[in-house]
């Protein structure tokens, strides 16, 4: 597939990601519904082939232990793009390690920007939006009743077409630690 896009997630599928979904709905209608995520590896083309991509995804991730984070500060991106998003607060690091432990081999790319471990809330066309989406995403962020904590145990590898985000293939962490213990 020449030009394609592809990116790793981790869907979050807990009543954070329900407020960040409603609260993307709410900001910004207009855009298509995206499952609420933390980004892993930003969208990049592949230095191999999909199916090398993968196979380093699967025995890589075989051997990282899921892990807890905990989300903290609304913040935004601007000056440098209108991106509103919830910081990683507690093992942001660990974020960091496994963006650059999966950053390598068929995946390797030149990203624009340096990696920050967060969870987008939207993304607007212009800084004004943005500016305006920030101050209802920390209204809302600070009356959110629930515990501001994300499991990650599994990744999601996904490649863009026609401009839409398709999943490709669920890669669950620490398999391989689990068959190591037995």
């Excluded at 590896?41 to 051997?63: K, M, Y």
């Excluded at 496994?98 to 995946?107: E, I, N, R, V, Y």
């Excluded at 066309?125 to 501001?148: C, H, M, N, T, Y």
């Excluded at 398709?166 to 630690?177: C, I, K, T």
Aim: proline share 7%; glycine share 4%.
């Amino acid at each position: 597939m020449p030009n394609a896009r592809y990116a790793l997630v981790s869907y979050i599928r807990n009543p954070v990601g329900e407020f960040v979904e409603n609260l993307r709905r709410e900001l910004h209608p207009s855009l298509p519904h995206m499952a609420a995520h933390l980004t892993i590896l930003p969208p990049r083309e592949l230095a191999g082939t999909e199916t090398a991509a993968l196979a380093f995804l699967e025995e890589a991730c075989s051997q990282i232990i899921p892990f807890d984070l905990e989300l903290g500060d609304v913040e935004t991106f601007l000056p440098t793009t209108p991106t509103v998003f919830i910081q990683v607060k507690r093992s942001a690091y660990r974020v960091r390690e496994l963006h650059d432990q999966l950053s390598g081999k068929a995946l390797c790319c030149a990203e624009n920007w340096p990696y920050i471990p967060h969870l987008t809330i939207v993304k607007t066309e212009r800084d004004e939006e943005a500016q305006s989406a920030l101050v209802i995403a920390r209204e809302r962020w600070a009356q959110f009743p629930g515990k501001r904590q994300v499991r990650v145990e599994e990744l999601m590898f996904v490649r863009e077409a026609d401009g839409q985000w398709h999943d490709l293939a669920l890669v669950p962490l620490g398999r391989g630690q689990l068959s190591s213990k037995s």
